[in-house]
């Protein structure tokens, strides 16, 4: 089963620190990993994609970090503004066929003022 | 481009009811997916389609659910007859490939079903 596993379901951080979020994925095949946002009544969106060539990329406060050996990847939002509190998605899926996007459970982010 | 296109926003029914939400994808993109968001299961697909065509409906949950894509600029998903249990809000989604590219949602439609 092509699963993507995110934790932590839920993280609370003070005005000006470092939220990480991590994701886990078991398919080698996938080549695509976004992060979504959510706001309350809104659809995600993304926020930011990496590819497997590199190892980070950053945008902004928001970089994600890759380790293809490991399965791996996670988004750190640096300097974090109460603004940024919602939920967070991660995905995978692979550029053609059929690999559609598999989603992770969704990490809801409060940053207090 | 307006983006996703749904409606309604929301809905409240009765159970036994049958609930049609309604979605226009962004023009030019040859998918479209139906999720289904709830804070037990996440954010659940239910099935997608390519240039029209329903290729997975496995994640939908019982017979009482169908989804239809008559042409490139709709797609409806029907639930008849609706339980408690459907209450939740549904994303429609579309995007350009199947996968490897952003997905565009709606801002989805938020069902109680009482």
């Known amino acids: 089963q092509q699963q993507v596993k995110q934790s932590p379901q839920s993280l609370i951080v003070q005005k000006g620190g470092i939220s990480i979020i991590n994701c886990a994925y078991e398919n080698t095949a996938f080549d695509y990993f976004p992060w979504y946002q959510q706001f309350p009544g809104k659809g995600p969106a993304l926020l930011i994609a990496i590819r497997p060539d590199v190892s980070e990329k950053k945008e902004g406060r928001f970089t994600i970090s890759f380790n293809k050996s490991a399965k791996q990847f996670s988004l750190h939002i640096m300097d974090s503004q109460p603004g940024d509190s919602a939920t967070y998605f991660c995905a995978a899926s692979r550029e053609g066929g059929s690999y559609i996007p598999t989603f992770g459970r969704g990490t809801s982010l409060i940053v207090h003022p | 481009d307006a983006g996703v296109i749904q409606s309604p926003r929301h809905e409240v029914t009765e159970m036994g009811q049958e609930v049609t939400l309604r979605c226009k994808p962004i023009?030019?993109?040859?998918?479209l997916f139906w999720y289904r968001q709830t804070m037990m299961r996440g954010l659940e697909l239910l099935i997608y389609f390519n240039n029209n065509v329903p290729i997975d409906d496995s994640g939908m949950p019982e017979d009482r659910f169908s989804a239809k894509m008559p042409n490139a600029s709709f797609s409806t998903l029907k639930i008849q007859p609706s339980e408690p249990r459907d209450s939740a809000v549904y994303f429609c989604?579309?995007?350009?490939?199947?996968?490897?590219?952003?997905?565009?949602f709606g801002p989805g439609t938020r069902l109680t079903v009482l």
């Open positions: 989604a579309s995007s350009l490939i199947a996968g490897g590219d952003t997905q565009y």
């Open positions: 023009s030019g993109h040859d998918y």
